[in-house]
Structure formats: C-alpha cells, structure tokens
C-alpha cells in the first residue's frame, strides 16, 4: 500500500497545464488550505457563496500566467 501523499485529504487534480489544484470539502479544510497550504504566487479561487470550497492552484513561479487555468478551476 502507498502512502497518501500531503493533498489527498482536499479535493484535487493535476490541470492540463500541470499545476495541482486542491480544494476545501468543508469549512475547516478551507481554513487550513488557506492558512497553511496558500503561499506566494499561488492561484486563488473562491466563490462568493456561503459554503463554496477555497481553491489553490499551486504554482512553483511566483507570478501566475496561465490564464486558462482560472476559467477551469472555475467550471469545477
């Protein structure tokens, strides 16, 4: 058996442009998602309804230029 790697425990997939995006299941998640997980250069996005996950689109530049990508996560 593998081991579950750091992310497992959100929502999450791997986007055609190769970034992991996770996401809060409840309001908790989204706190630590946030608070521990959210560091410069990431993608955030959320939607202004009560109960909405908090999304991140991890990125490993500090400026984001993938436009695309928000309007996917988006559509989620």
Same mark, same amino acid.
């Given at each position: 058996m593998? @081991?579950?790697m ?9 986007s055609?442009?190769?970034?992991l995006?996770?996401? /809060? &299941?409840?309001?908790q998640?989204?706190?630590?998602i946030v608070? @521990?997980y959210?560091k ?7 939607a202004d309804?009560?109960?909405?996950s908090?999304?991140? /689109? &991890?990125t490993?530049r500090?400026?984001?230029y993938?436009?695309?990508f928000t309007e996917?996560?988006l559509?989620?």
């Amino acid at each position: 058996m593998r @081991k579950q790697m750091w992310f497992e425990k959100f929502f999450w997939f791997i986007s055609s442009e190769n970034y992991l995006v996770i996401a /809060g &299941k409840d309001a908790q998640q989204n706190e630590t998602i946030v608070k @521990k997980y959210l560091k410069n250069g990431d993608v955030y996005v959320h939607a202004d309804i009560h109960g909405a996950s908090s999304c991140i /689109g &991890k990125t490993t530049r500090t400026r984001f230029y993938c436009f695309n990508f928000t309007e996917k996560v988006l559509a989620i």
